[in-house]
């Protein structure tokens, strides 16, 4: 399984981006994700969160701010950012924990995309 996040870019402070983690390979299925920031200078910090069953979590610093959805379909899982500001830049970073079909069975792995800038100019 790869994940490919994308999206990012250089937006100037109030604007929007959405950004977007899509799986691919094969006999797999997304459980929970988390699209995690690393500012620069700091930890990866996780902002916000989604199960398989649709129920989301946030970072308090983004709350109200930040919207986590997913097409199963497309195996697809989206960040829309909303009311950027300065502090939201960094390195967006997408996690999901796979439910792989194996030779042993069903097993569950954690997969990293490679990650996506994201830039707000004050």
């Known amino acids: 399984v790869q994940l490919q996040a994308s999206g990012g870019g250089l937006v100037q402070a109030g604007g929007s981006l959405r950004l977007s983690c899509a799986a691919s390979?094969?006999?797999?299925?997304?459980?929970?994700v988390g699209w995690y920031r690393q500012a620069p200078g700091k930890q990866r910090e996780l902002v916000a969160a989604?199960?398989?069953?649709?129920?989301?979590n946030y970072a308090d610093s983004v709350k109200g701010r930040f919207t986590i959805s997913r097409d199963n379909a497309k195996n697809t899982v989206y960040l829309l950012i909303n009311s950027l500001k300065p502090d939201d830049t960094g390195v967006y970073y997408c996690?999901?924990?796979?439910?792989?079909?194996?030779?042993?069975?069903?097993?569950?792995?954690?997969?990293w995309g490679q990650g996506t800038q994201v830039t707000v100019s004050s």
């Open positions: 996690n999901a924990e796979v439910a792989e079909d194996t030779d042993w069975g069903i097993a569950t792995f954690s997969y």
């Open positions: 390979g094969s006999a797999f299925k997304i459980n929970a």
């Open positions: 989604i199960n398989s069953g649709g129920s989301t």
